[in-house]
């Protein structure tokens, strides 16, 4: 329980307005986009920096937990609050603070939705290329918290790498500022980096400076395959990566991925597909058909039966349709979805893909996998009903081999949406005692009273 005497003084910094106390308001608070729940004791929504600052004091002085959130829309429990305390929701801060032409780059503050930020940038001639599945919610500071990306990361990278700086709120309460608007900058710690990815573990993001790109038609085409075979589908990806063709989004898509979409969207699916491969160029006109090609190449090299090629931007953006609607498609096969985004080896997605299948079979579960191939990054899907318990039990076991499997293979439990709580009891498996003690170590320094977003990532 929070002391009434802090309630008080919280309302204080913020206004009472800003502060949510109510059962019924805190509900809304205690998930996320995961199968955890806890309810907050407290919901503060700061408006600047320094609101920030003096919220943080007040907790340290009275070691109450601190969870900074942003939409809500992150997969594995990143923002639930399992030792109770203060939900920092950050959606107040949403301004724009500069828009710098000359050297391409926009600063923000962390609670400004991806959507809203594009349709600004958009009206001036540039946007932010980093493209979660959840762009229309998610917002900029927990994108950088869980280092989002999305099917055009092969391109443009992820978040990271579309980063410049970073204003953090440490849990002493002291601001800092980390990274450079200049393209390189090596003095010093990256601590810029550190911030990435630690969930709010470390210290609340409040503002960020991002590159952007002009924003302008670009030529792109899409060729599909399919596959008798996951083997086949896996090597002609592995192949593709291998020979350096620039790809700017390289899907795959199961048979269970298949037959969900086809029956969602009635596109003219193959229904006797193991697996459905899609390759997108983009770029020079020229370029782009060139690349296509020998993709397309590839594709029946590695024994495609089925090979469509888009003429022209509108077959393209018709074959986008099945795989951008997926997990809709998947979600009204049963109402319970274990999501995960292990990523391998793209030369071990072969190996990866018929492991998953062998998973789903041991444990007599649905596995639907589909995911963004050209980077190894997949999301294997299992599909329950939460009301069935022993379904659901089989469902989070095969899961959690799906994970084992992956960093077997050289791979990691987490490709892009984190790891939270979700995936804490893997982080030793995947990165052992030492470096996890490591990690351990550097969250003491930044957080020596354990306050912020305790219980998360077995830190």
């Not at 305390?85 to 780059?105: P, S, T």
């Not at 940038?121 to 990306?149: C, E, H, W, Y």
């Not at 200049?182 to 503002?207: C, M, N, R, W």
């Amino acid at each position: 329980m929070i002391p009434s005497q802090l309630v008080k003084e919280i309302k204080g910094v913020v206004g009472a307005e800003n502060v949510l106390e109510d059962e019924v308001d805190l509900l809304g608070f205690s998930y996320d986009a995961s199968e955890n729940m806890k309810m907050p004791d407290l919901v503060v929504r700061p408006g600047s920096t320094q609101e920030v600052v003096e919220i943080v004091k007040l907790a340290v002085k009275n070691k109450i937990p601190l969870i900074p959130r942003g939409s809500g829309t992150n997969l594995c429990g990143g923002t639930i609050p399992v030792l109770g305390g203060i939900i920092v929701d950050m959606q107040r801060m949403r301004n724009i603070v500069e828009l710098d032409e000359e050297n391409l780059c926009v600063t923000v503050e962390a609670g400004i939705k991806l959507l809203d930020l594009n349709k600004y940038l958009q009206r001036k001639g540039f946007f932010f290329p980093v493209d979660p599945g959840s762009s229309n919610s998610a917002t900029i500071g927990g994108m950088i918290s869980n280092n989002s990306s999305g099917m055009h990361s092969l391109k443009y990278g992820s978040t990271k790498d579309n980063l410049l700086e970073l204003e953090v709120v440490l849990p002493n309460g002291e601001i800092i500022s980390v990274g450079s608007k200049a393209p390189k900058q090596v003095s010093g710690y990256d601590l810029k980096s550190l911030f990435v990815g630690a969930e709010g573990t470390l210290g609340i993001i409040t503002k960020a400076t991002l590159k952007i790109k002009p924003f302008k038609e670009t030529f792109y085409l899409v060729v599909t395959a399919a596959f008798k075979s996951l083997e086949d589908a896996g090597r002609a990806i592995s192949r593709i990566i291998k020979e350096d063709i620039p790809v700017s989004a390289l899907e795959f898509m199961d048979k269970y991925t298949v037959r969900s979409v086809k029956e969602f969207t009635g596109l003219d699916l193959p229904l006797d597909a193991e697996a459905v491969v899609l390759v997108e160029c983009s770029g020079h006109e020229a370029s782009v058909k060139y690349y296509i090609d020998e993709a397309e190449k590839i594709l029946r090299e590695e024994k495609a039966y089925i090979v469509e090629k888009a003429k022209n931007i509108v077959e393209a953006e018709d074959l986008w349709k099945g795989r951008q609607s997926s997990f809709g498609a998947i979600a009204r096969v049963k109402p319970f979805l274990i999501q995960g985004d292990p990523s391998v080896p793209v030369s071990k997605l072969p190996e990866f893909v018929r492991g998953i299948e062998e998973i789903a079979k041991k444990n007599n579960v649905i596995v639907v996998t589909y995911g963004h191939a050209g980077e190894g990054n997949l999301h294997p899907t299992v599909v329950t009903d939460e009301r069935d318990k022993d379904e659901l039990e089989r469902g989070f076991k095969a899961m959690g081999e799906i994970y084992r499997l992956a960093i077997s293979l050289g791979g990691t439990s987490s490709g892009e949406h984190g790891v939270g709580l979700s995936k804490a009891k893997y982080m030793s498996y995947e990165h052992g005692e030492k470096v996890l003690n490591v990690m351990r170590q550097i969250k003491k320094v930044f957080d020596p009273f354990n306050i912020m977003n305790p219980g998360k990532m077995s830190l």
